[in-house]
């Protein structure tokens, strides 16, 4: 039971990591406009996106520790 749950969790922690990575590549912009480059940043999206890769992370480390726990 406690390995499936660990499974579980690295399972979601990849998930979770390419959700936030594709966020936070799209989370800005750029426009030529007769060769000025104007770009734009959207900052609650990169925040968001590393609030999820933070979530991610987290699983991950449980998810590993769960599967290496030795049974008792």
Do not use: H, P, R
């Not at 936070?24 to 426009?31: F, I, P, Q, R, T």
């Not at 590393?50 to 449980?62: H, K, Q, R, S």
Request: with cysteine.
């Amino acid at each position: 039971m406690n390995k499936s749950i660990g499974i579980v969790l690295i399972i979601l922690s990849l998930f979770l990591g390419y959700v936030g990575i594709n966020k936070l590549d799209n989370s800005g912009g750029e426009v030529n406009i007769l060769g000025i480059k104007i770009s734009a940043q959207d900052k609650g999206a990169k925040e968001t996106a590393f609030i999820i890769i933070g979530a991610g992370v987290l699983c991950l480390i449980g998810g590993v520790s769960i599967l290496n726990k030795k049974s008792a």
